[in-house]
Structure formats: C-alpha cells, structure tokens
C-alpha cells in the first residue's frame, strides 16, 4: 500500500502538475497505456471542475489524495468552493452552469467512463468531494 497527499492551488497550470503526478504515483503499479491514461483524464476532468467551477475565477485551494492497494487505485479530489446544489442534476450529461463559456457539461460522465468506481459529495457553499477507483490488470500480465 502506497498514499500521497497533495494540495495547491486552483490554478490552470495545476491541472497538468496533477495529472502528472498521479501518473507518476501509479507507474509502480505497472498499469498499461490505456489504463494510465484514463486516470490521467480522470484526474484532468476533476481539476479543472474545480478551477472553473468551484472557485469561479478566484483562488483556492484543490487537495488530491491517492492511495494504491494491491491493483487498485483510489482517488480522492476535493475543494471548499461553491459546491453543488443539485449533484444528481450536475451528473447528468452535458449539463453545465457555464453555458456562455461553452463548456461541454461531459466532465463527471468522463470521469465515471474511465474510472471503475465514481462518486461526487457536495453541499453549496461548502465545497465538492469526487472519489474515483480504478481497477488494474495485474502487474504480471502487463511486464510481457
């Protein structure tokens, strides 16, 4: 078992450092070019949920925490921003509270698409959690 802890702030530049370093923080566990990057997608969609969404073009703080057990990866995404007032509503295919800025309202339906287990707390005004797991094929099987 493995476990990091991240937090930084909500700027765009962030996104790639996150994704990055949970790319780096599961290369041990030998994942295959698709699986890493779907966690990689995951990882870019939940960030910049949260520059764009849940600070609003202010600054705040976005903690990524990762932990691996045995071919299984967790991923835990968090911000004490806006929230969401309907998440059941928010999870729904393209919808999105920024319509004129053109956003694809694709974000949380990519994350469950790439990752095996998904789901989203949040209460407005409070701030979002998105957790994530992702299953691996075993390490063996991928060394070939």
């Known amino acids: 078992m493995n476990e990091m802890s991240l937090k930084f702030l909500s700027k765009s530049e962030n996104e790639v450092f996150a994704r990055n370093a949970v790319a780096a923080f599961v290369l041990p566990m030998n994942p295959t070019l698709d699986e890493l990057s779907d966690v990689k997608t995951a990882v870019s969609e939940a960030v910049t949920n949260c520059i764009v969404h849940a600070y609003r073009g202010k600054s705040g703080w976005?903690?990524?925490?990762?932990?691996?057990?045995?071919?299984?990866?967790?991923?835990?995404?968090?911000?004490?921003?806006?929230?969401?007032?309907?998440?059941?509503?928010?999870?729904?295919p393209f919808f999105t509270t920024l319509e004129s800025e053109e956003r694809s309202g694709m974000g949380f339906t990519i994350m469950q698409s790439f990752m095996d287990e998904f789901s989203v707390t949040s209460a407005a005004g409070k701030g979002t959690k998105v957790t994530m797991c992702k299953n691996f094929a075993a390490g063996a099987s991928n060394a070939g």
């Open 62 to 92: 976005i903690t990524l925490t990762c932990r691996s057990d045995e071919n299984r990866l967790h991923i835990e995404i968090s911000d004490d921003g806006a929230g969401i007032e309907d998440v059941d509503r928010a999870l729904e």
